[in-house]
């Protein structure tokens, strides 16, 4: 996936809580995301940070369109991407609990932040790189300084 012939992935946001009784579990996911992008554009013989890192969330998407406030553009590929990204969550979460590495405490409600990071392909499927449960909760539309 790429943006303007840099390098970016999907970064996505979901909220997971468990009820007081142990085994209901919710899953809320964030239909406001960011696009990660490097910031050298992207050459596979150029190894180094700034071209081959996404780390710089500078694209808010949401279900409908992309935002932008230097460059606004309308992404076809987000309305496509959202729906993958949230089933792969949903899976993941649900294949953890049914094989006992997620579990919750009786008499105790839990929730848990987390994103995923996702890369489109050219047939526009979304790929899983990696969950992240110690990311930062960043907005740069939002005059947030990072910490």
Not at 9 to 38: N, P, R
């Amino acid at each position: 996936l790429t943006r303007k012939g840099q390098k970016c992935h999907i970064k996505f946001y979901s909220l997971l809580q468990c009820a007081e009784d142990g085994v209901s579990w919710s899953l809320h996911t964030c239909k406001d995301c960011f696009l990660c992008v490097a910031s050298n554009p992207w050459d596979p013989n150029d190894l180094d940070y700034d071209t081959q890192i996404t780390t710089k969330r500078c694209v808010r998407l949401t279900k409908d369109e992309a935002i932008d406030p230097q460059n606004p553009i309308q992404w076809d590929g987000w309305p496509v991407a959202y729906p993958q990204c949230r089933r792969g969550v949903i899976h993941a979460v649900q294949t953890a609990i049914a094989e006992g590495k997620l579990r919750g405490r009786p008499g105790k409600k839990q929730f848990e932040v987390f994103s995923g990071d996702y890369l489109l392909d050219t047939s526009n499927f979304a790929w899983l790189i990696e969950f992240n449960f110690s990311m930062v909760l960043f907005d740069p539309l939002a005059n947030m300084e990072l910490t």
